[in-house]
């Protein structure tokens, strides 16, 4: 099956610095990748949907200056935390589709921040 | 009224019983809706997904979907203690490049 691969699966920051989470579709193109967040104990939270080429579109409520998405190319996007705070810790989760087969969005494996 | 509403749980079956878990969602124009498995710190696994009103087999795994009643299930038979996760009802309105909404989850314990 397709495999969406999400780097780096753990990090720990400092208040204040940024992040720079990536995904990347290892065997496919995926013109649309979706990010979403997830708090402990929640559910997904859409952020954002990123578009290969276009600026990416952003959910109500979140900043579009502070979670910089980037998707140059169509097997990776970027997703950057920026001027991090603790209540931006979280497990941040992509999804892509395939576009060529037309099937559902795969999820990368998550990566979990902790600002301290 | 949340968009897509699941008890939360904890649901405990035992081995080998079936697991019944029930999805609830708002928007009448959603199309296509589906279950995820998600253990403890990991990202959401693809189950089930369906797309017209009736049930739709897989293995242990049924999904049952009722439009009218903006109803979705998914029962699990012969319940493993692997089963053991939380289980994320999700809808969407549009094709495959339209948002996902997600509920809350319901959490699954198989006893032995």
């Known amino acids: 099956g397709a495999v969406v691969s999400q780097h780096p699966s753990r990090v720990i920051c400092k208040s204040g610095t940024s992040v720079k989470i990536e995904c990347r579709s290892l065997?496919?193109?995926?013109?649309?990748m979706f990010w979403y967040r997830q708090f402990p104990k929640k559910s997904l939270m859409l952020m954002a949907t990123s578009n290969e080429g276009s600026k990416a579109t952003y959910e109500q409520g979140v900043e579009k200056d502070k979670f910089l998405i980037n998707h140059a190319s169509l097997t990776l996007s970027t997703l950057t935390v920026t001027s991090a705070h603790p209540e931006d810790s979280s497990f941040y989760i992509c999804?892509?589709?395939?576009?060529?087969?037309?099937?559902?969005?795969?999820f990368g494996q998550g990566t979990r921040l902790t600002v301290v | 009224q949340k968009e897509v509403e699941q008890n939360s749980g904890p649901l405990s079956v035992p081995e080998g019983a079936i697991a019944s878990l029930n999805c609830t969602y708002s928007d009448r124009g959603s199309q296509s809706f589906f279950w995820y498995r998600q253990y403890s710190g990991k990202s959401p696994e693809l189950i089930m997904s369906i797309y017209s009103n009736g049930d739709k087999e897989d293995g242990r795994f049924t999904a049952q979907l009722n439009k009218a009643s903006q109803y979705v299930s998914l029962l699990i038979r012969d319940s493993q203690p692997s089963d053991s996760a939380t289980y994320l009802c999700?809808?969407?309105?549009?094709?495959?490049?339209?948002?996902?909404?997600f509920g809350t989850g319901t959490r699954l314990q198989v006893t032995l």
């Open positions: 999804s892509a589709r395939d576009q060529g087969r037309d099937t559902e969005a795969f």
């Open positions: 999700a809808v969407r309105r549009g094709g495959t490049a339209s948002k996902l909404t």
């Open positions: 065997d496919f193109q995926a013109t649309t």
